[in-house]
């Protein structure tokens, strides 16, 4: 079993990405982010900071915009404002949102040419069609991490458990325009444990604590783990029971140090892709 270095998939993207912003600079631009943070979230408030720190040490700027208990008009509202500030190049929309808001809603008045975290339907539409767009970053972590490791997809199976609108379905997307043959799980999957057994790749994205055990692997699989579970500890944990996998797995993300710290660099990464696009075709 080998793991799968999120880390070093993450330094390598860093690089890539400051001399792309670097660039960008030369020429009187500084790539912009706007992260939108609606509610008064701790987790949140955490993720946020990590985002703008790593924007600054990568040559972005992060433009933090705390609402304060906004309703649903004064999201839409800022997003619109930051979706039309030629200075902003990508606009996020931070989760949790307030009760009766949702992001698929919200997400519409990104602009697409600007929503570097694929929030908007038209940018899910696009993955649907095959076509250029941002994905949401964390889906785009889990092809990333594909990829790097020269994991073929071509003609794999692929089983995606979790259907959610932000990483299940765009993961599952993301892998049949790779040509991998692609099964979507959720809570009303009937015996998921053999249907997970069948995947050379198996993505989790449930949000319950080590709940894909050794049962679920086939032997020789790719487990990508996007679980974020918060522990009691303070640490986190991810959707797969890790010392039960591992043996089992080709190859396996750990929890932290896997999906996330690659989420964060294709966010960046989609913002300088942006700021050159709005360069490009002002
Ligand atoms: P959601 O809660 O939106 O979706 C969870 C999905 O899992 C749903 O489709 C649900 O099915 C399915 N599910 C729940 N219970 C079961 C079960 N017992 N058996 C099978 N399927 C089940 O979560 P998200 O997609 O937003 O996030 C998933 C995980 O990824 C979380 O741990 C989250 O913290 C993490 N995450 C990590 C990120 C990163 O950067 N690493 C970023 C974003 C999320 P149904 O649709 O039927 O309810």
């Known amino acids: 079993m080998k793991d799968i270095d999120g880390r070093a ?28 943070v609606p509610t008064d979230d701790e987790g949140t408030a955490w993720y946020v900071r990590s985002i703008a720190k790593t924007a600054g040490k990568l040559g972005l700027d992060c433009r933090v915009v705390q609402l304060e208990e906004p309703g649903r008009d004064e999201i839409v509202a800022k997003l ?10 990508g606009v996020i929309c931070q989760t949790p949102l307030p009760e009766g808001v949702s992001l698929a809603e919200v997400g519409w008045y990104i602009s ?21 767009t941002f ?4 889906s785009a972590a889990v092809l990333e991490l594909l990829r790097h490791e020269g994991v073929r997809l071509e003609g794999a199976r692929a089983v995606v458990v979790g259907r959610s609108t932000v990483v299940g379905k765009p993961a599952a997307l993301l892998l049949v325009n790779e040509s991998a043959t692609v099964t979507v799980c959720h809570s009303r999957t ?35 783990d996007v679980g974020t579970n918060p522990t009691p ?20 993300t750990p929890v932290p140090g896997g999906v996330g710290p690659v989420t964060t660099m294709l966010l960046l990464r989609n913002t300088v892709e942006a700021a050159r696009l709005a360069l490009e075709h002002p």
């Open 9 to 36: 998939v993450a330094k390598a993207l860093r690089e890539e990405v400051a001399a792309a912003a670097e660039r960008l600079r030369e020429g009187g631009t500084v790539p912009t982010l706007a992260v939108v």
């Open 80 to 89: 619109q404002e930051l979706s039309a500030d030629p200075e902003v190049h």
């Open 112 to 132: 697409p040419f600007k929503d570097v975290d694929g929030a908007n339907s038209e940018s899910l539409g696009r993955l649907a069609q095959g076509r250029r």
């Open 135 to 138: 994905a949401p970053a964390t």
């Open 190 to 224: 009937k015996e998921l444990a053999a249907v997970c057994r069948e995947a050379d790749v198996l993505v989790a994205a449930v949000g319950r604590p080590r709940m894909i055990g050794a049962e679920f692997v086939k032997p020789g699989a790719v487990v990508i």
């Open 233 to 252: 500890d303070g640490g986190l944990v991810g959707d797969v029971d890790y010392e039960a996998v591992a043996p089992l797995a080709s190859a396996i």
